[in-house]
């Protein structure tokens, strides 16, 4: 009899142990430094594209570019985060960039047809885009701190 009580103590020890764990999730920090992280890799590849745009590739630095945020803006969505706040900022993170990569193709389209307005007025958009991560990036460091 007292084998029985405590296989049925050492059971109900582990679910309660397991239920515990399973209840935590992840903390918000940890679910900060997900989304961080991948919006660290998008800032990254457009700090290396503007200190060597590389004129002599044309529209095709433009494309290879817009090719190399779609990754991240796949790796943004696939990234599981609980925390409503921080599942806003996630959904600003990957339309910004949708919308970039589909400026980025939209511009090297229009310089490959030499129409240079429309080319101008993608660039524009992307300049706005910019300013809008910038926004993004301030107000979930500022969550994510604390602050």
């Known amino acids: ?9 050492m059971l109900a020890a582990t679910t309660a142990i397991a ?4 209840g935590c999730g992840e903390s918000k920090i940890v679910q900060c430094n997900k989304v961080i992280k991948v919006a660290n ?11 060597n ?8 630095a433009l494309t290879e570019l817009a090719g190399k945020i779609d990754p991240l803006a ?7 985060i609980k925390d409503e706040k921080l599942q806003g900022f996630q959904g ?12 980025l193709n939209n511009a090297a389209t229009a310089i490959d047809k030499k ?3 429309a080319a101008k007025g993608f ?16 107000e979930i460091n500022s969550y994510c701190s604390g602050k």
């Open 1 to 9: 009899m007292q084998s029985v009580f405590k296989e049925s103590f």
């Open 19 to 22: 239920l515990l764990f399973a």
């Open 41 to 51: 890799q998008a800032s990254t590849l457009g700090q290396e594209f503007a200190k």
């Open 53 to 60: 745009p590389n004129p002599a590739k044309g529209s095709k």
């Open 74 to 80: 796949k790796e943004m969505k696939a990234v599981e």
């Open 92 to 103: 600003r993170f990957l339309s910004l960039y949708q919308n970039i990569s589909k400026e």
């Open 115 to 117: 129409n240079i307005p």
């Open 123 to 138: 660039l524009v958009s992307l300049r706005k885009s910019s300013s809008e991560e910038s926004s993004i990036v301030s």
